[in-house]
């Protein structure tokens, strides 16, 4: 690559870069007119593509973004009042510089289209007189833009600078608009430090080749698999060898986790282009929106960046077009003439969690049946039968949509079904809930990354699976003749009862083809159950036998067996075989876990639950000291964890240990509920994790008892802080904890953020 071709190539992404910026500071700016600094920070953008153009000779460029300059120059010296139109005029410019842009990269020529048309509209704004922005509910249209299909290439001179007409005065805080655009709740990415440089850690960041990162990422990638081999060897060597295995295995770790940090990009950079996108749409759809992102820092892999760019934003369309309503129906409602739309994202348990959420009309179950009927994607009877989870559902299916018409927006039935498609095809999977007149959700659980992932290790029928441990919640094991007495079947489907919960069976060796496998009442007879997460459900999968857990490096499949549902891909182990990575969805749908007689064994399952208590749930047990005796709902818990005690630091006058990349602070129950302080300064530190929008806290408890399925009701009132009361489990006096009281009690400030919101 020539020195003229790296300068080019750096030219498209820095230009690329500034023109994501100007999307969301021209969508701000229109929400805050009085905003001088985001003027100053566009003008400076637009000066730096026109610049940098002029130099490599794109001369249509630079008399483009030379009249946007020139109507910029106005508005940042206070000679010109921002209107709406202006800002629809100037990001029409942005379109239009994109089209240059594409098609430099293609073929390293400007395009043959003519923008007189649109430098023409930029001029007539600077002989408009001034006025403050007030954004119509339908703004007109942007100027048409005329194409000429024979204009020759030939160099176009740059205009000169129009000279500006003295415009009164305006004021230095305009009038609120009476339709607000989207208002963006997110830092400013533009900030003028004083010394020339446009923000801070401009040093302290460069640029990498994507191929770059990539090749070292597989070369990680055979790292580890070197590694495995070499941990495998070490277990049958001398303990110098062991130790030197060891080393490695650390070093190793450490690199990996450090090429796997470079190839993290923050979620915002996917948001980045919503608030324009929810902008325009509100516009055309004469809707009033408000865009609000929260945790926009979160990171995943490129690849993951990558993949979940077109689904998130079917999504955000969606939620505009047939969620948020008219100002005149929301005003009707009782509601704010303004829709709120709102993009959340975070961490948990190994996974990011994505949640997009509106407060507008819902989703009517009773009219997606109807629709659905009428398309003839499901029968009358199959619809009567369905519960409202189940017809909200239906709006996953191909070809499923409940708009009158087909626009240009929305209608064909092609934005949902691809939603579900694509994240389920990284791993992912999808959830939605909706209250008719309150709003919907949708929730989004994706992988960090599909590169290196930890996996539990199974075998059937002699050969070896991985299963990503995304998917993994337990493990359960049947001996002897409890193998043939607690695994039921429902017109024809097994199932096992887990906590009193009908646990739908898929054996491993049948959904690969095989026969299922018989077991006798045998005393030596073992069921290895491993209980998996796939969609919203749970099931069990039962295999030979569970192996251990470890890093593995996914590969793709071969052309041969790529088409099989059943499998995500594959990977090397330690003694060099190659082993098969398992879908745990496709496994879900090959065995029906979702269809047919497996939700059977779902109704009837919600069925008994309800007619044994409309509140039973899981509760965890666990004691403080050797005399008490508590529970605390199972949902509440995001982790079990155990600490060695020397990993126990201070901050702050708080016991904290490190965990996870983040500083947890912990919280001695014993102390707080006044229990018995005297413990077992030998054993590790047994700490439940309570986790809250982006928050955690870990309780520190003496030991776990069990985890049980009841229906608590309160049979005392406590009298004590920290205890909501007491009630029986299994036949034994328990009391019930009040998680917000006790963390309240020690840490104030800890569900300000949540209040707040």
């Given at each position: 690559?020539?020195?003229?071709?790296?300068?080019?190539?750096?030219?498209?992404?820095?230009?690329?870069?500034?023109?994501?910026?100007?999307?969301?500071?021209?969508?701000?700016?229109?929400?805050?007119?009085?905003?001088?600094?985001?003027?100053?920070?566009?003008?400076?953008?637009?000066?730096?593509?026109?610049?940098?153009?002029?130099?490599?000779?794109?001369?249509?460029?630079?008399?483009?973004?030379?009249?946007?300059?020139?109507?910029?120059?106005?508005?940042?010296?206070?000679?010109?009042?921002?209107?709406?139109?202006?800002?629809?005029?100037?990001?029409?410019?942005?379109?239009?510089?994109?089209?240059?842009?594409?098609?430099?990269?293609?073929?390293?020529?400007?395009?043959?289209?003519?923008?007189?048309?649109?430098?023409?509209?930029?001029?007539?704004?600077?002989?408009?007189?001034?006025?403050?922005?007030?954004?119509?509910?339908?703004?007109?249209?942007?100027?048409?833009?005329?194409?000429?299909?024979?204009?020759?290439?030939?160099?176009?001179?740059?205009?000169?600078?129009?000279?500006?007409?003295?415009?009164?005065?305006?004021?230095?805080?305009?009038?609120?608009?009476?339709?607000?655009?989207?208002?963006?709740?997110?830092?400013?990415?533009?900030?003028?430090?004083?010394?020339?440089?446009?923000?801070?850690?401009?040093?302290?960041?460069?640029?990498?080749?994507?191929?770059?990162?990539?090749?070292?990422?597989?070369?990680?990638?055979?790292?580890?698999?070197?590694?495995?081999?070499?941990?495998?060897?070490?277990?049958?060597?001398?303990?110098?060898?062991?130790?030197?295995?060891?080393?490695?295995?650390?070093?190793?770790?450490?690199?990996?986790?450090?090429?796997?940090?470079?190839?993290?990009?923050?979620?915002?950079?996917?948001?980045?282009?919503?608030?324009?996108?929810?902008?325009?749409?509100?516009?055309?759809?004469?809707?009033?929106?408000?865009?609000?992102?929260?945790?926009?820092?979160?990171?995943?892999?490129?690849?993951?960046?990558?993949?979940?760019?077109?689904?998130?934003?079917?999504?955000?369309?969606?939620?505009?077009?047939?969620?948020?309503?008219?100002?005149?129906?929301?005003?009707?409602?009782?509601?704010?003439?303004?829709?709120?739309?709102?993009?959340?994202?975070?961490?948990?348990?190994?996974?990011?969690?994505?949640?997009?959420?509106?407060?507008?009309?819902?989703?009517?179950?009773?009219?997606?049946?109807?629709?659905?009927?009428?398309?003839?994607?499901?029968?009358?009877?199959?619809?009567?039968?369905?519960?409202?989870?189940?017809?909200?559902?239906?709006?996953?299916?191909?070809?499923?949509?409940?708009?009158?018409?087909?626009?240009?927006?929305?209608?064909?039935?092609?934005?949902?079904?691809?939603?579900?498609?694509?994240?389920?095809?990284?791993g992912g999977s999808v959830e939605i809930h909706s209250?008719?007149?309150?709003?919907?959700?949708?929730?989004?659980?994706?992988?960090?990354?599909?590169?290196?992932?930890?996996?539990?290790?199974?075998?059937?029928?002699?050969?070896?699976?991985?299963?990503?441990?995304?998917?993994?919640?337990?493990?359960?094991?049947?001996?002897?003749?409890?193998?043939?007495?607690?695994?039921?079947?429902?017109?024809?489907?097994?199932?096992?009862?887990?906590?009193?919960?009908?646990?739908?069976?898929?054996?491993?060796?049948?959904?690969?083809?095989?026969?299922?496998?018989?077991?006798?009442?045998?005393?030596?007879?073992?069921?290895?159950?491993?209980?998996?997460?796939?969609?919203?459900?749970?099931?069990?999968?039962?295999?030979?036998?569970?192996?251990?857990?470890?890093?593995?490096?996914?590969?793709?499949?071969?052309?041969?067996?790529?088409?099989?549902?059943?499998?995500?891909?594959?990977?090397?182990?330690?003694?060099?075989?190659?082993?098969?990575?398992?879908?745990?969805?496709?496994?879900?749908?090959?065995?029906?876990?979702?269809?047919?007689?497996?939700?059977r064994a779902h109704n009837e399952t919600a069925t008994?639950?309800?007619?044994?208590?409309?509140?039973?749930?899981?509760?965890?047990?666990?004691?403080?000291?050797?005399?008490?005796?508590?529970?605390?709902?199972?949902?509440?818990?995001?982790?079990?964890?155990?600490?060695?005690?020397?990993?126990?630091?201070?901050?702050?006058?708080?016991?904290?240990?490190?965990?996870?990349?983040?500083?947890?602070?912990?919280?001695?129950?014993?102390?707080?509920?006044?229990?018995?302080?005297?413990?077992?300064?030998?054993?590790?530190?047994?700490?439940?994790?309570?986790?809250?929008?982006?928050?955690?806290?870990?309780?520190?408890?003496?030991?776990?008892?069990?985890?049980?399925?009841?229906?608590?009701?309160?049979?005392?009132?406590?009298?004590?802080?920290?205890?909501?009361?007491?009630?029986?489990?299994?036949?034994?006096?328990?009391?019930?904890?009040?998680?917000?009281?006790?963390?309240?009690?020690?840490?104030?400030?800890?569900?300000?953020?949540?209040?707040?919101?």
């Amino acid at each position: 690559m020539t020195a003229e071709d790296e300068i080019l190539k750096e030219f498209l992404t820095e230009s690329r870069e500034n023109l994501d910026l100007l999307d969301r500071e021209f969508v701000a700016l229109e929400s805050d007119p009085s905003a001088q600094h985001r003027i100053a920070s566009i003008f400076r953008a637009v000066h730096t593509i026109k610049g940098t153009a002029g130099f490599l000779g794109f001369n249509r460029l630079v008399a483009l973004t030379h009249a946007a300059e020139n109507l910029l120059s106005l508005l940042r010296d206070g000679k010109l009042g921002l209107s709406a139109e202006m800002i629809t005029t100037l990001l029409s410019v942005l379109d239009a510089v994109r089209l240059i842009l594409a098609s430099i990269e293609n073929d390293g020529t400007e395009p043959a289209d003519d923008w007189t048309a649109l430098i023409e509209a930029l001029h007539a704004h600077q002989e408009a007189p001034a006025k403050a922005l007030v954004a119509p509910p339908r703004p007109a249209p942007t100027p048409k833009l005329a194409v000429a299909s024979k204009v020759p290439k030939a160099p176009v001179v740059e205009p000169p600078p129009v000279a500006p007409p003295v415009a009164p005065p305006v004021p230095e805080t305009p009038p609120a608009p009476e339709t607000p655009a989207p208002e963006v709740h997110a830092p400013e990415t533009y900030r003028d430090t004083g010394d020339g440089r446009e923000g801070p850690g401009s040093e302290t960041s460069i640029r990498v080749d994507v191929g770059l990162l990539d090749k070292l990422m597989n070369l990680v990638g055979e790292l580890v698999l070197a590694r495995n081999q070499i941990l495998q060897l070490g277990a049958h060597r001398d303990a110098a060898f062991a130790g030197t295995s060891q080393r490695l295995n650390l070093i190793t770790t450490e690199l990996q986790e450090g090429v796997m940090k470079t190839r993290m990009q923050p979620i915002g950079n996917v948001w980045n282009k919503f608030p324009r996108v929810v902008r325009d749409l509100a516009h055309e759809c004469g809707k009033r929106v408000r865009i609000e992102m929260e945790g926009a820092e979160t990171e995943l892999d490129r690849t993951i960046i990558e993949a979940i760019k077109d689904p998130l934003t079917h999504v955000v369309r969606n939620a505009v077009d047939h969620g948020i309503e008219s100002p005149e129906v929301r005003a009707a409602r009782g509601k704010s003439a303004t829709g709120r739309l709102t993009l959340r994202a975070f961490h948990e348990g190994g996974r990011v969690n994505i949640e997009i959420s509106d407060d507008g009309a819902g989703i009517d179950p009773e009219r997606v049946r109807q629709s659905a009927v009428r398309k003839g994607l499901v029968s009358v009877e199959r619809a009567a039968r369905m519960t409202e989870r189940e017809a909200v559902g239906l709006v996953f299916m191909p070809g499923f949509s409940t708009a009158d018409q087909v626009t240009r927006i929305s209608g064909r039935g092609v934005g949902m079904d691809v939603v579900k498609t694509n994240v389920e095809k990284i791993g992912g999977s999808v959830e939605i809930h909706s209250a008719p007149g309150c709003g919907t959700a949708l929730k989004i659980r994706i992988p960090l990354t599909l590169a290196i992932v930890p996996a539990l290790i199974v075998t059937d029928d002699g050969e070896r699976y991985a299963i990503p441990q995304v998917s993994l919640l337990e493990l359960v094991r049947l001996e002897g003749a409890a193998t043939r007495t607690v695994i039921e079947t429902i017109q024809g489907a097994p199932v096992y009862r887990l906590r009193g919960n009908l646990l739908p069976l898929v054996y491993l060796r049948e959904a690969l083809g095989g026969a299922r496998p018989t077991h006798e009442a045998h005393e030596d007879t073992v069921v290895n159950i491993v209980v998996l997460q796939a969609d919203d459900r749970q099931f069990g999968l039962v295999v030979d036998g569970v192996n251990d857990t470890e890093e593995i490096v996914v590969k793709p499949l071969g052309k041969e067996i790529k088409g099989v549902s059943v499998f995500a891909g594959a990977t090397i182990m330690g003694d060099g075989r190659v082993a098969l990575i398992l879908d745990v969805l496709g496994l879900a749908q090959r065995g029906g876990v979702v269809t047919g007689v497996r939700d059977r064994a779902h109704n009837e399952t919600a069925t008994q639950t309800l007619s044994e208590g409309e509140n039973r749930q899981a509760l965890l047990l666990f004691q403080v000291d050797d005399t008490s005796r508590l529970a605390l709902p199972l949902s509440m818990v995001a982790r079990l964890e155990e600490f060695p005690r020397d990993r126990v630091e201070r901050a702050g006058r708080r016991d904290v240990v490190q965990y996870r990349g983040e500083i947890l602070p912990l919280i001695d129950l014993c102390a707080v509920l006044g229990g018995d302080a005297r413990d077992d300064a030998a054993g590790p530190l047994q700490v439940v994790v309570y986790a809250e929008q982006g928050r955690s806290v870990g309780l520190v408890v003496r030991r776990i008892l069990d985890i049980v399925e009841e229906a608590p009701a309160l049979k005392h009132r406590a009298t004590a802080h920290g205890l909501l009361g007491s009630t029986t489990i299994q036949g034994r006096v328990t009391d019930l904890l009040d998680v917000h009281g006790v963390i309240r009690a020690v840490d104030p400030t800890f569900f300000d953020q949540q209040d707040a919101a």
